[in-house]
């Protein structure tokens, strides 16, 4: 074994990870935690990138606060790291100011759904041409493990140890009622399927929501008995894929089935194109 | 892989050989792809890399056939595989690619 080892030594030095031209390798390894699924998440999100062939000079990535939204400073993409709750108001502004940029929003479950559930339902509504992807690790991780707009029913958190008395947020479904034309959630489990999905939602015109499931070990897992592989095991035995499906049937649940798919797509003038319609018809004839 | 029924052709078809690359360095030792190999390559190691974490090692490294799941799992950018270059399916990348080359 140890000669092995040393051989497999040499040739890790030489070794290129082959994300390692979109990652800022200075930075990594990264501050999630041994276990965390935002890291697999945020490698789905940089494959789906290269896959789309979007061009990487015209591709920007804004985060907002939390674990997650420690993604954009990993990017080696023009990033930006906004406010709590703020991502998708950055994002709406930086596509309104350049309508050329894919504009690629990756953050958690509290600060789109919470602090910035407002501007969430909004762009949504507006069809705003972006990209939200939402890490659901179900807790507020950064800050300790709180209770979030996602902790599931009864599920204990440090503050509320018995159990969590609130119902969450159904995402896709919020999504869905709120005017998203492009809507998927997976869990880190499905790697494939979940780069496929990214990659239909970065090329897709309008706004497009990805939910992706992920454990939080240390947190949301230590209080509600999980630990990661056990989490991910779950995954595996409860999850139904069932594209198209009826958004009021998608459930997040232990006991019903955790529901994953790409549940919807639509295409409906984006916000941009509504506006030049309505507002500065001559603009578009000049222009065209 | 442990068939209930060998598939009819499992003669017939030839399965690719990769390689696992293991940056040792950046592994926090969660053990997602040595739980989820399909062909249980990965073992932990006892070595200790940097962190204080033990990386995992091809324990069977012959068995890879480059699937990439290690490589799409991991949460750290830590493992990667890439097809063996010796292995049929390389040649026949190799002789598939030199015509579109040459376009």
Known sequence: MTTKSNAQAIGEKQAQHPLDDLLRTDRIPHIWCPGCGIGTAFAATLTAIKDSGLDLGHTAMVSGIGCSGRGAGYAKLDSYHTTHGRAIPFATGLKLANPKLNVVVFSGDGDLFAIGGNHFIHAARRNMDLTVICVNNLNYGMTGGQVAATTPHLAKTTTTPVGNPESPFNLPLLAYASGATFIARWTIMHGRDMVESLTEALLHRGFSFVEILSPCPINYGRRNKEKPLETLKLYEEKSIIKNNANPLEITLDAEKGIVLGNFYKESRPSCIESYDRTCRPDFLEQSS | ?103
Request: glycine share 4%; aromatic share 10%; hydrophobic share 30%.
């Open chain 2, 1 to 103: 892989m442990n068939f209930w029924r060998v598939p009819l052709d499992a003669q017939d078809v030839s399965v690719a050989r990769g390689i696992v690359h293991i940056i040792e360095d950046r592994c926090k030792g969660c053990g997602y792809c040595i739980a989820y190999c399909p062909k249980e390559v990965l073992a932990f190691s006892d070595r200790f890399n940097k962190k204080g974490y033990h990386p995992p090692y091809a324990r069977r490294p012959e068995e890879c056939v480059n699937c990439h799941y290690c490589e799409i799992l991991c949460p750290e950018f830590a493992i990667f595989t890439e097809l063996d270059p010796s292995c049929p399916q390389a040649k026949e990348l190799e002789s598939d690619k030199q015509p579109g080359q040459s376009n």
